[in-house]
């Protein structure tokens, strides 16, 4: 494998930023607010989840104790 200069790599690094297609700011909006949307969807369904086997544990436990 050949050996790459600092300087030929800088003009690489260069080269390839070129080809980048960047997203417009109304793009990167709508995936920010994207991304909150299902972050908040995801933090409801796991509290939802967590919420519901805290429930099946205390019941099971509630059992075991003979308070059911």
Avoid: H, Y
Avoid at 24 to 37: C, D, G, H, K, L
């Amino acid at each position: 494998m050949a050996k790459t200069s600092p300087t030929e790599f800088i003009n690489q690094v260069k080269a390839e930023t070129r080809k980048v297609v960047w997203p417009t700011p109304r793009q990167t909006m709508t995936t920010a607010i994207m991304v909150i949307i299902m972050t908040g969807l995801l933090a409801l369904f796991f509290f939802g989840i967590d919420a519901m086997f805290g429930w099946i544990v205390r019941m099971l436990l509630g059992l075991a104790s003979g308070q059911g």
